[in-house]
């Protein structure tokens, strides 16, 4: 009955079952928002190793993962780690991005066009912000299912539960 009396008393001052709700997608959502791996940045993943364990390619977020935010050109520190990557998997990189390619933000491609054009990787055009979406566009992409991929980023409720809900291995 506490309920019911709280929810009178609160009347329709504010949103009760609506933030129960969000919360409760926070809760059950929370496991996978931690990557499988947690690394300060890219220059601390192996990536022959992960190649001579049987993944077939990498796919980045761009902001404060290989980019600083707003710029369409790699973060200088992270060229050593990018070219390693590079003579490993070759081909076989990505980047997918809430900003460049998606869209919403850059309607025109004209943001993924230029980060191709100043890093060498393709970036992925999609409809859907992470984490929403599947790894359709990716999977086309890549010709291999997400499981045989790598997903890395740095949001643990964007990058790591958009990867993690869709079966990347996860950083
Ligand atoms: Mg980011």
Redesign the pocket.
């Known amino acids: 009955m506490w309920w019911v009396d709280l929810k009178a008393a609160l009347g329709q001052r504010i949103n009760v079952e609506g933030i129960v709700s969000s919360m409760a997608v926070l809760v059950k959502e929370q496991h996978l928002a931690l990557p499988h791996v947690a690394v300060r940045d890219i220059r601390y993943i192996d990536w022959a190793e992960l190649h001579k364990r049987g993944f077939k390619g990498v796919v980045f ?5 290989i980019t600083v935010p707003y710029t369409l050109t790699l973060w200088g520190p992270l060229g050593l780690s990018i070219e390693q990557c590079k003579s490993v998997f070759g081909n076989d990189l990505a980047v997918f991005s809430n900003s460049a390619g998606l869209y919403e933000y850059d309607h025109d491609g004209s943001k993924a066009r230029a980060l191709e054009k100043a890093i060498g990787i393709k970036v992925i055009r999609h409809r859907v912000k992470k984490p929403a979406g599947t790894a359709e566009e990716i999977e086309k992409h890549f010709g291999c299912k997400s499981s045989e991929l790598i997903m890395v ?3 643990p409720f ?2 790591v539960v958009y990867g993690n809900r869709n079966g990347f291995l996860t950083y």
Request: charged residues 60%; hydrophobic residues 0%.
């Open positions: 977020d761009k902001d404060n993962t980023g740095d949001r964007t990058d």
